[in-house]
């Protein structure tokens, strides 16, 4: 039968009429249920129109007083930038890539619907998404990612009131910021910190089409995760790119030979500020409780990049120093080598996975040992040949007769670092021994710098705040001043000559005080003992102003008087304080008698930058005077005399500036070394020493060989282009015979000696016992006494000492028989 003919057939006819009017039925019913059913859900779906303040979960961000990032604490990385201020290549790129007719469609895109249709059948698989970026804000703002058609209707009725609610630029900008990226980036800023290390503004195209491929796959596409993979998509960026004629041939082949240089995660930030991050977070939650991690604030410190930089380099160097002076412990630990160079690899992974890089000392396996070249594989794959000097430190686990436990050998987990101008490799091992490093202006209290341990993913103990340790010889100054007040001067004599004091005198075991050098020099100026750092003289002195008057005294300076005991002891830096407390106290040396609180945080803002809390730097004025100015400017001239001429006089010969005060700290046994100073506009403290207290090194160390490097160094960059200051006199202070002293002492008034009576015959050197009691009464014994204003009390500041009456003369006489 032909086609006619059939035509022409009256029940093909009326088949064909009711198969066409089934079909428009069914149209029309499919149209009406699918209506009803958005007519329904439109009931149910969220106010698009709370997207018109879009509000994300924004991480609290912590930023030096020069705005660098040193710290981000969220669950969701991001950054919230304007649509104005994403650059154009980023732009483009996710258009090309994710939504070309972005401008043209009203939020459903039935061109590019049916597009993907055709092309995705022709190459037989998904290759164009149709999803356009409205319907992915609507989905990712609202919706869950459940393959159903309910969300993809939901999906598209939101996305038309999208557009009608919105700007275009509006929704282009909740995408940019909203979309997640991989590795915790949230918005394509935060990813492009993650992934390359810099901001938004600075990417490349190279850059830009990497990051506009991750939408797709971000956990699998990512850089990080799957080089390959990532590349390839990002090779598709570019042509898509070029496709949609947002890039030119010639800058596509260009942005295709680009070498990616990836951030590596395992590099130290090269600010080092993570216990100033922490400090600020834990303050952050103090006053704003959850929020800290959602609401965006912004928190700009007193840490400046100089400042915080030379300080943690100065410490870090001083630690490495010390511990190559420290004999090899042995590899950290050890990992059978498959000999089949394929399982290498995964067997490297394996051993390095729980041997986090530290302090820019990096965890690898060595491959190959000998006495004159170790080779080892770091954990990114990268293999690295020992020799000569970077195998120094480590011989004694390179001979052939090592012991087991010092022996390197083919599996050993070693440590390996750049070194010396060359940054050559050499073999080391992370150091045991704990620091701290604390710099603030004098002048306002802001804090410069603050390092709180070796690596705060090490130790997250910060010892800048938390730890309290005997300051040591660095305490004295704190004890001249008190005499200060009392009568003495820096000519004051005083007898160094040895001291023993029986259980019955101290309450306790004997004890006899020396000298750290155990040799003594008989009659000197006070300026000439705190310059060689004499402990006899300072408890000759503080027993002269009684330990209770001192105990007093120092409290002036913020130092809790619990914390240090009023016994003799006290003057040896026996009672207990934190590096940034020390700060704080030596800036009332250095800023001329007044106090200050270290400040941390100078502003605080929310996401859009809005200014919620603002302290401005303010000076210190009268108000906060604890000390008078002649005090604190004799004081000055003492410090300054430590470091010209005594026990700091190497920081002297490196910086060579004559505005340079401070003292050394060396507790009992070695075991902390401090080194506290300062320039008029810097105060830094250094400290270093074990968690749990015990002799730095076989020999000791002192604050002088250990802390002052750190100072040094610290200053070396904080002052340069600083010019050179001067102390102004204050009033109340004469230059007597090349000494200043207070008015009232200058015309042979106040302590003009102490002890020097017992002083007939020459001192010899001699071998006494450091024990030093802490407990029980303190001890009493001869000295040039001071006479109290009232009976019981101590003197007052100011008060003249009086002479000793003829019983004391005669007790101290017989000390000394």
Not at 461 to 470: G, P
Request: glycine share 8%; proline share 7%; with cysteine.
């Amino acid at each position: 039968m032909s086609f006619k003919d059939r035509l022409s057939d009256p029940r093909l006819r009326r088949a064909a009429k009711w198969t066409a009017i089934g079909s428009a039925t069914a149209v029309v019913c499919g149209a009406a249920i699918v209506g009803i059913a958005a007519a329904l859900m439109s009931r149910q779906l969220p106010d698009v129109s709370t997207l018109q303040n879009y509000q994300p979960k924004l991480p609290l961000r912590v930023f030096t007083a020069d705005g660098d990032l040193i710290g981000e604490f969220g669950e969701e990385r991001r950054q919230l930038v304007p649509i104005d201020k994403i650059p154009r290549v980023l732009k483009d790129a996710v258009l090309a890539t994710e939504d070309a007719r972005f401008y043209q469609h009203g939020g459903l895109d039935t061109i590019g619907l049916a597009r993907a249709v055709v092309s995705n059948a022709l190459h037989g698989g998904v290759r164009q998404g149709a999803s356009t970026i409205t319907q992915q804000v609507a989905r990712n703002m609202f919706l869950s990612s459940e393959r159903t058609f309910s969300r993809k209707l939901k999906e598209a009725l939101l996305a038309w009131r999208l557009e009608d609610e919105l700007t275009k630029d509006q929704i282009l900008e909740i995408y940019l910021n909203q979309i997640y990226l991989g590795n915790r980036a949230y918005g394509f800023a935060a990813a492009a910190q993650t992934y390359f290390g810099k901001p938004l503004q600075d990417i490349t195209v190279a850059e830009a089409a990497m990051l506009a491929g991750l939408p797709k796959a971000p956990s699998s596409n990512n850089p990080i995760a799957n080089p390959r993979r990532a590349v390839a998509r990002q090779q598709y960026v570019i042509s898509r790119m070029v496709e949609t004629g947002y890039l030119s041939q010639a800058d596509a082949e260009k942005a295709r030979q680009e070498p990616l240089k990836l951030r590596d995660a395992a590099e130290p930030s090269g600010l080092h500020a993570d216990y100033v991050a922490e400090m600020v977070r834990q303050q952050m939650v103090a006053k704003y409780g959850d929020d800290t991690y959602t609401k965006g604030f912004k928190v700009y410190t007193t840490i400046t990049r100089n400042d915080q930089g030379s300080a943690y380099e100065g410490l870090h160097e001083a630690i490495v120093d010390y511990e190559q002076r420290q004999p090899y412990r042995g590899p950290e630990g050890f990992v059978e080598l498959p000999t089949d160079s394929a399982d290498v690899d995964n067997a490297v992974d394996d051993a390095l996975s729980d041997k986090p890089d530290s302090g820019g000392m990096m965890a690898a396996v060595v491959l190959e040992a000998g006495p004159r070249k170790v080779v080892a594989v770091r954990a990114n794959g990268d293999s690295v040949e020992i020799t000569g000097r970077g195998l120094q430190a480590v011989q004694r686990g390179l001979v052939e007769k090592a012991a087991e436990p010092l022996r390197i050998r083919r599996g050993s987990i070693v440590r390996i670092a750049r070194t010396g101008p060359q940054n050559s490799w050499e073999v080391t091992q992370l150091p045991e021994v704990e620091g701290a490093f604390v710099a603030m202006d004098p002048r306002d209290g802001a804090v410069k710098a603050l390092v709180g341990g070796f690596d705060f993913n090490k130790n997250k103990f910060n010892h800048a705040t938390q730890a309290w340790r005997q300051p040591g010889s660095s305490f004295k100054p704190f004890i001249y001043s008190a005499a200060l007040e009392k009568g003495f001067t820096p000519a004051t004599i005083v007898n160094d000559a040895p001291l023993s004091f029986d259980a019955a005198a101290t309450g306790g075991a004997p004890w006899e005080p020396k000298n750290y050098d155990n040799t003594y020099a008989g009659p000197i100026t006070l300026r000439q003992a705190l310059e060689q750092s004499k402990n006899v003289v300072t408890i000759r002195v503080l027993d002269a102003i009684t330990p209770a008057y001192a105990q007093e005294w120092i409290t002036h300076f913020g130092f809790a008087a619990d914390k240090h005991p009023a016994y003799l002891t006290m003057g040896l830096g026996a009672g207990s304080v934190t590096p940034l407390q020390m700060a704080a106290a030596y800036s009332v040396f250095a800023n001329g008698g007044l106090k200050v609180e270290p400040r941390l945080i100078a502003r605080i803002t929310d996401a859009r930058d809005q200014v919620l809390e603002d302290t401005p730097p303010k000076p210190g004025d009268e108000a906060g005077r604890v000390i008078p100015a002649r005090n604190a400017f004799v004081i000055d001239t003492l410090l300054n005399s430590v470091v010209k001429n005594g026990t700091a006089r190497r920081a002297y010969g490196t910086l060579r500036r004559d505005d340079l005060y401070g003292k050394t700290g060396t507790t009992n046994d070695s075991h902390d070394a401090w080194f506290a100073g300062f320039q008029p506009s810097r105060v830094g403290v250094a400290w270093i020493g074990y968690d749990t207290p015990r002799q730095l090194g076989v020999r000791g160390e002192t604050g002088g060989s250990l802390a002052l490097p750190a100072w040094t160094r610290y200053m070396q960059g904080a002052l340069k282009g600083v010019p050179v200051a001067k102390l102004d006199v204050p009033p109340g202070v004469t230059n007597a015979s090349g000494e200043w002293m207070y008015d009232e002492y200058a015309n042979g008034q106040g302590v003009q000696s102490l002890g020097v009576e017992a002083a007939l015959t020459p001192i010899t050197p001699v071998e006494v016992n450091s024990g030093a009691p802490t407990t029980g009464p303190a001890p009493s014994w001869g000295n040039q006494p001071v006479i109290p204003a009232m009976p019981g009390q101590p003197a007052q500041p100011g008060q003249p000492a009086a002479p000793a009456q003829p019983d004391e003369r005669n007790r101290i006489l017989n000390m000394f028989r």
